[in-house]
């Protein structure tokens, strides 16, 4: 079994930062893309931005330029640096990672339980 915590959110005023973390624990072979989506309130959940286990990144356009993505694969833990926060980025933040238990198995989505954050106006 793999679990997902993520850590970082809170409440921030808009243009600050916040930087979310996601590890990841259990039986684990080997991570490919790990992700960050987001839920805003009322609405559908999000990609964020996408780090492959090569080091390629991609950002949705809302965050390009604030948002950073990043990887530790020796820790199995994802980072979302989030720069110059405006209102509109206030959701839920979900990690996502797709895992493999063994050499065997194919890579499966596992997903954290959120952090949410809030940036004021």
């Known amino acids: 079994q793999v679990q997902l915590v993520e850590s970082g959110g809170g409440l921030v005023q808009a243009g600050g930062s916040l930087r979310l973390s996601c590890a990841a624990s259990?039986?684990?072979?080997?991570?490919?893309?790990m992700s960050w989506y987001r839920q805003p309130p009322g609405k559908q959940r999000e990609l964020v931005a996408v780090?492959?286990?090569?080091?390629?990144?991609h950002y949705d356009d809302s965050v390009k330029g604030r948002f950073t993505i990043s990887r530790d694969n020796a820790k199995n833990t994802v980072y979302l640096q989030m720069n110059s926060l405006k209102p509109e980025d206030t959701a839920v933040y979900y990690c996502?990672?797709?895992?493999?238990?063994?050499?065997?198995?194919?890579?499966?989505?596992?997903w954290g339980k959120g952090t949410l954050v809030t940036v004021s106006s």
């Open positions: 996502n990672q797709e895992v493999a238990t063994t050499g065997w198995d194919k890579h499966i989505d596992y």
């Open positions: 259990g039986s684990i072979f080997s991570i490919n893309e």
């Open positions: 780090v492959t286990s090569g080091g390629r990144t």
